[in-house]
C-alpha cells in the first residue's frame, strides 16, 4: 500500500494538470530506507510530448546525485496519462527501475473530457504490474 500526505497527493496532481496536455513526471524521495514519501521533486519532461514522458538524462544523474548525497531513495516515481486511463503502458514498465519505488500514474483525461480523473499507484518488479491501495493521510 502506498500512503503519502494530503500535500503530497496535491502537489502531484497539481503538476499533472499543469503539464497538462503533455504528460508531466516527477519523483517523491524519502529517507533511505523507510519508504516514506517525503520530498516533492517535480521533474521536466523531456520529450514534451502527451503521450510520454522522459526524464532529461542531466536532471536525472544530478537527482540521483542529490539523493545519494541525501541519504535518500526514490520512493514515488509519477507521471500522467493525458488521454488514456491511470495504467502504466509497455513503455512505463520498461522504464520502471527502481523495484521498490511506488509507481503513481494520474491520468488528466478528465480535462479533456476524454475520460475521469485517476490517481493509482503500482508495484513493477521484473515486467510484473501489481496495482496497491493508495491512502492519503493528514500527517505521518
Not at 496535491?10 to 520530498?39: F, M, N, S, Y
Not at 488528466?108 to 510484473?128: H, M, N, P, W
Amino acid at each position: 500500500m502506498l500512503t503519502l500526505t494530503q500535500d503530497l497527493y496535491d502537489r502531484i496532481v497539481a503538476h499533472a494538470r499543469q503539464d497538462h496536455p503533455d504528460e508531466a513526471c516527477g519523483v517523491v524521495a524519502g529517507p533511505a530506507g523507510t519508504g516514506r514519501p517525503e520530498r516533492f521533486i517535480p521533474m521536466l519532461n523531456a520529450a514534451r510530448s502527451p503521450t510520454f514522458y522522459e526524464f532529461d538524462s542531466k536532471d536525472l544523474l544530478r537527482l540521483y546525485r542529490e539523493l545519494d548525497d541525501r541519504d535518500e531513495d526514490p520512493v514515488i516515481v509519477y507521471h500522467s496519462h493525458t488521454a488514456t486511463e491511470a495504467y502504466p503502458s509497455r513503455t512505463d514498465v520498461t522504464y520502471a527501475n527502481e523495484p521498490e519505488a511506488h509507481y503513481v500514474v494520474v491520468s488528466t483525461a478528465d480535462k479533456d473530457g476524454l475520460g475521469e480523473f485517476q490517481f493509482r499507484s503500482y508495484r513493477i518488479v521484473d515486467g510484473v504490474i501489481t496495482e496497491e491501495e493508495v491512502q492519503v493521510v493528514e500527517a505521518y
